[in-house]
C-alpha cells in the first residue's frame, strides 16, 4: 500500500514562528502537493513538486515556501506563522503526468493553530 | 487555468434515497476526474477516476459517475445511500499535473 506520513497530527504554534510541516512518501512517485482544507473551501493548492528540487505555486502560495531536497520528502513551510494560517494541511503525492496511476495519495492530516 | 465546480455544498437525505451530486470542471486538454470521500475524522480516499475510456466509471461503495465531455461534467451517483455514506465528498481533476478540487458537497444520511 502507497504510504503518506506527515509528521504531526496537531501543532500549536504561536504567531511569528517558523513552521515546518514534513511529508515522505513510500512510492517513488514524482509528484508531491501541499493544500489546506477549510470548511467550505475545500482544498486549496499551496505548492507543488514534480521533481528534486523543483517546485510550482499552487493557487495560494503567499506566506508560505516549499523544500524537496530528495524525492520522497516534501516540506512545507510557514516563514513567519500567522492566525489565519490556522488550518488542516494535506500532503500528497502521485506518479508524473496522465494516465492510469496518477490518483494521488493522501497522508493523514496535520491540524495546525497559530496562537 | 482550471477550475472545478461543486454545486451542492450540503445534502441530506435518507437512507434508501438516490443520491446525485454535481461537478463541472474547465480545463481544455486532457484531464483525469475524480471522486475522493473524507469520512468523519479520516484521511481522504478515492472513491474513482476516469482517465479514459468508458464514460460511465464504477467505483467503490456501489458509487458510479459519468464524464459528459460535452458538458464539462463528472457527476457522482449512487441509487440508495445508506447511515455510513456520510462524509464530506470532493471532485478533483488533474490536468497538466496539478491537480485541482472542488469545494466539497458535505453528505448527511439519517437512518
Known amino acids: 500500500d502507497v504510504k503518506v506520513t506527515q509528521s504531526s497530527r496537531y501543532l500549536v504554534k504561536r504567531t511569528g514562528e517558523k513552521v515546518f510541516l514534513e511529508c515522505v512518501q513510500d512510492m517513488d512517485h514524482e509528484n508531491m502537493f501541499w493544500y489546506r482544507q477549510d470548511p467550505g473551501l475545500g482544498l486549496r493548492l499551496i505548492y507543488f513538486s514534480y521533481d528534486v528540487k523543483m517546485k510550482e505555486k499552487g493557487d495560494i502560495p503567499e506566506g508560505y515556501s516549499v523544500s524537496r531536497e530528495k524525492k520522497e520528502r516534501f516540506s512545507l513551510i510557514l516563514e513567519s506563522a500567522s492566525t489565519n494560517q490556522t488550518s488542516m494541511y494535506l500532503c500528497?503525492?502521485?506518479?508524473?503526468?496522465?494516465?492510469?496511476?496518477?490518483?494521488?495519495?493522501f497522508g493523514q492530516g496535520t491540524r495546525l493553530t497559530v496562537v | 487555468a482550471q477550475s472545478v465546480s461543486q454545486h451542492n455544498h450540503h445534502v441530506i437525505l435518507s437512507e434508501a434515497a438516490s443520491l446525485e451530486l454535481g461537478c463541472n470542471y474547465s480545463?481544455?486538454?486532457?484531464?483525469?476526474l475524480f471522486w475522493y470521500v473524507q469520512y468523519p475524522g479520516q484521511h481522504l480516499q478515492l472513491l474513482l477516476k476516469y482517465f479514459s475510456g468508458d464514460p460511465l466509471v464504477k467505483g467503490i461503495k456501489g458509487f458510479e459517475a459519468e464524464f459528459i465531455k460535452s458538458k464539462f461534467s463528472f457527476n457522482l451517483r449512487k441509487p440508495s445511500v445508506q447511515w455510513s455514506d456520510t462524509a464530506e465528498y470532493f471532485c478533483?481533476?488533474?490536468?497538466?499535473?496539478?491537480?485541482?478540487f472542488g469545494t466539497g458537497t458535505r453528505l448527511q444520511v439519517f437512518p
Open positions: 478533483a481533476v488533474i490536468g497538466a499535473d496539478k491537480l485541482i
Open positions: 500528497a503525492s502521485s506518479l508524473l503526468g496522465a494516465g492510469v496511476g496518477t490518483e494521488a495519495f
Open positions: 480545463y481544455g486538454g486532457t484531464v483525469n
